[in-house]
């Protein structure tokens, strides 16, 4: 029976081209009721013994074919068959910052926004693309109030590589975006007003953001990842990185004996929790220096702080990073507002930190 376009779900496909790793998502919408259609993962090493990306060029390491190759064997075995897509561009790929700029009207503020570009981003705008949002204060002819803007510029070279990669995969793409509005779009409800902080990491780096009313205000990366921390554990024990990868997922920060005698560890070795804190405290310092100039700047505490990325599921960081930072914490999961059959629901808790940015880019399709 014929149904009427109209009665059909939307579907979008949500995709994260990481450093380590292509996630991909597809949701579908019916009377405001989102629902999980599908979802795959690709590894890098799985098929290329290499990473897709890498942090000190800030662009794709391998080809635009590739990686169109690798999109369209994973969309071939989840079976996806939506092609409207949107795209998350790693945040050490675009340029962040934010700027006051005076009173104006509407019809001003663009050429306004501009020109204020050209003393902060540090490439020339004709090798770039801007987008910007005003953030506090209102354009208006009448109201006299100063306006702040975020503006983020992404090079023109990393918007060619993705419409190339869409286009050889048989994919329309439909937005591309910075991780960071993925990741406040999947885990931060509408009805939020606090101000939180989502921190991200991820196999390369790791992205400290602090959203407030579910603005975006500050997102900082730095080189810090859950590669670094395999990598600690691998060198201490001398053993090898996937190994020592598994041993970071079952113990983390956990109080749990290490079986020595397992791995073929030296007896004196240290235990894997003691490995990793140094590492762990770094990347909490760096989270709460970033923390602080925000309150020293802006007057506000961040309350909440959400961790996301790989990393998240490790044993006890939720409780580290908690005592640490002296607030609420929580694990990612994009998920809990999404309908998905309950059988999925322990799969889902286990993947959810690393699929918040490839959900929250299924969902732009939505707005």
């Not at 961040?302 to 960081?317: E, H, R, T, Y």
Request: proline content about 5%; some cysteine.
């Amino acid at each position: 029976m014929f149904l009427p376009k109209i009665l059909l779900p939307k579907k979008f496909l949500g995709i994260d081209i990481g450093t380590s790793a292509i996630k991909l998502v597809e949701l579908s919408c019916r009377r405001e009721k989102k629902k999980l259609e599908n979802y795959g993962e690709i590894k890098a090493e799985a098929i290329f013994e290499k990473p897709f990306r890498t942090f000190e060029k800030s662009t794709l390491f391998l080809s635009d074919q590739e990686i169109a190759q690798a999109i369209k064997g994973l969309k071939e075995e989840a079976k996806i068959k939506t092609r409207d897509s949107i795209f998350s561009i790693p945040d050490f790929s675009s340029f962040f910052t934010n700027f006051e700029l005076p009173p104006m009207t509407k019809e001003e503020l663009p050429q306004a926004v501009v020109y204020e570009a050209r003393q902060h981003v540090p490439l020339p705008l004709g090798e770039v693309t801007l987008d910007w949002e005003v953030i506090e204060g209102k354009v208006s002819d009448r109201e006299k109030t100063r306006l702040k803007i975020l503006l983020v510029a992404v090079p023109n070279e990393v918007i060619n590589q993705y419409q190339g990669i869409a286009r050889m995969s048989d994919l329309q793409i439909l937005a591309l975006e910075a991780e960071v509005f993925g990741l406040l779009r999947s885990l931060i409800p509408a009805v939020e007003k606090r101000t939180l902080s989502i921190v991200d990491i991820g196999a390369r780096t790791t992205t400290c953001s602090i959203i407030d009313k579910r603005v975006l205000k500050v997102s900082h990366s730095f080189d810090f990842s859950g590669d670094d921390l395999t990598e600690r554990v691998a060198k201490s024990l001398s053993i090898d990185y996937q190994t020592a990868q598994n041993l970071k997922e079952k113990y983390g920060l956990a109080d749990i004996p290490l079986p020595l005698t397992n791995i073929g560890a030296p007896v004196s070795a240290k235990s894997i929790k003691e490995i990793l804190l140094p590492l762990i405290d770094v990347i909490l310092m760096e989270i709460e220096k970033i923390s602080r100039n925000f309150y020293q700047t802006e007057g506000k505490e961040v309350q909440k702080f959400i961790i996301a990325g790989g990393a998240a599921i490790m044993p006890g960081l939720r409780e580290y990073f908690g005592d640490f930072l002296k607030k609420e914490t929580e694990i990612a999961n994009p998920f809990s507002n999404i309908f998905y059959p309950p059988i999925l629901e322990q799969t889902l808790k286990k993947m959810g930190p690393s699929y918040a940015i490839a959900v929250g880019t299924a969902l732009r399709g939505f707005e």
